[in-house]
Nanobody
Framework: QVQLVESGGGLVQAGDSLRLSCAAS????????MGWFRQAPGMEREFVAG????????SYSDSVKGRFTISRDNAKNAVYLQMKTLKPEDTAVYYC????????????????????WGQGTQVTVSS
């Protein structure tokens, strides 16, 4: 098993940047592909970005492509989400998740394959 703890959320203004971190503990971190998801009030949880075990493959939702960057540091057992040019519609609780499955695609863009989830961190973007 792996335990995930997100940090870095907060209240920012539109156009600002924010960097989320997710610290992992437990099983070897490199066993897991990692994803960031978000959930706004009254909305379903949606995929934001994902990264493969090695970090060599990434995937982004169309809504964040070009503004957000996912990265990981397997030596530090951490995954990051750098968010730039934030918009009010980015307001949500952001969750990191770990996928232990070994199958293609290397990055899953739906929530179901992810086995472990953090508690979430709130990001609020004011206009």
């Amino acid at each position: 098993q792996v335990q995930l703890v997100e940090s870095g959320g907060g209240l920012v203004q539109a156009g600002d940047s924010l960097r989320l971190s997710c610290a992992a503990s437990g099983s070897p971190f490199s066993r897991y592909a990692m994803g960031w998801f978000r959930q706004a009030p009254g909305m379903e949880r949606e995929f934001v970005a994902g990264i493969s075990r090695s970090g060599g493959t990434t995937s982004y939702s169309d809504s964040v492509k070009g503004r957000f960057t996912i990265s990981r540091d397997n030596a530090k057992n951490a995954v990051y989400l750098q968010m730039k040019t934030l918009k009010p519609e980015d307001t949500a609780v952001y969750y990191c998740a770990a996928d232990s499955t070994v199958s293609f695609p290397l990055v899953k863009v739906t929530a179901a394959p992810y086995d472990y989830w953090g508690q979430g961190t709130q990001v609020t973007v004011s206009s």
